[in-house]
């Protein structure tokens, strides 16, 4: 089973500032990685697909990157709305997938 | 619009046996894994396993293999999860997802909440 870690457990942002998140797979998953964003009491939603690929409708502030087992969410301007639990997950393994802890992100 | 609704929640008694719902609406139903994903009190995401409605091919992943069952109708756009005899272990929400044709999440239901306490 791969196994996903993600760092920090939370991230505290001053809206505005710039968020960076990290995911790391315990080996290749190419760029076959999903990031989802999940506010409190709400189902999780996807962000970005293929590693760096934006879902329908997500604006622009939100960037992925990275390939093989190392992986970044970024953020440029966080706003209010963007407080959140964001989860990786890998693919690669396909029907075999795995997410990550989950990356808490609030207020400074 | 794609839609993924999914059932009321539910309050049980361990032993007790449970089938929670997923209905998919605004797409071909039968063409795209359903995934169903357990999310403990304060806890992360767990891939529990997936389904293709068009020919019931299911996956599980090793964790919940023999734990639950998963099943579709696709005549009337419903998935399913069941278990046969629930554990306080298994209070949690439950979510079920439409899967891409690479594999990721791209629509969630709402999610259905079971509590298993005596």
């Known amino acids: 089973e791969i196994v996903m870690t993600q760092s920090p457990a939370t991230l505290s942002v001053s809206p505005g500032e710039r968020a960076t998140l990290s995911c790391r797979a315990s080996?290749?998953?190419?760029?076959?990685l999903a990031w989802y964003q999940q506010k409190p009491g709400q189902a999780p939603s996807l962000l970005i697909y293929a590693a760096s690929t934006r879902a329908t409708g997500i604006p622009a502030r939100f960037s992925g990157s990275g390939s093989g087992t190392d992986f970044t969410l970024t953020i440029s301007s966080l706003q209010s709305e963007d407080f959140a639990v964001y989860y990786c997950?890998?693919?690669?393994?396909?029907?075999?997938?795995?997410f990550g802890p989950g990356t808490k992100v609030d207020s400074k | 619009e794609v839609q993924l609704v999914q059932s009321g929640a539910e309050v049980k008694k361990p032993g007790e046996s449970l089938k929670i719902s997923c209905k998919g609406s605004g797409y071909s139903f039968a063409s795209y894994w359903i995934g169903w994903v357990r999310q403990m009190p304060g806890k992360g995401l767990e891939w529990m396993g997936i389904?293709?409605?068009?020919?019931?091919?299911?996956r599980y992943s090793p964790s919940f293999q023999g734990q639950v069952t998963i099943s579709a109708d696709k005549s009337i756009s419903t998935a399913y999860l069941q278990w046969s005899s629930l554990k306080a272990s298994d209070t949690a929400m439950y979510y079920c997802?439409?899967?891409?044709?690479?594999?990721?999440?791209?629509?969630w239901g709402q999610g259905t909440l079971v509590t298993v306490s005596s």
């Open positions: 389904i293709y409605p068009g020919d019931s091919d299911t």
């Open positions: 997802a439409r899967l891409s044709t690479g594999g990721w999440g791209d629509y």
């Open positions: 080996q290749s998953v190419s760029s076959n």
């Open positions: 997950q890998q693919y690669n393994k396909w029907p075999l997938c795995t």
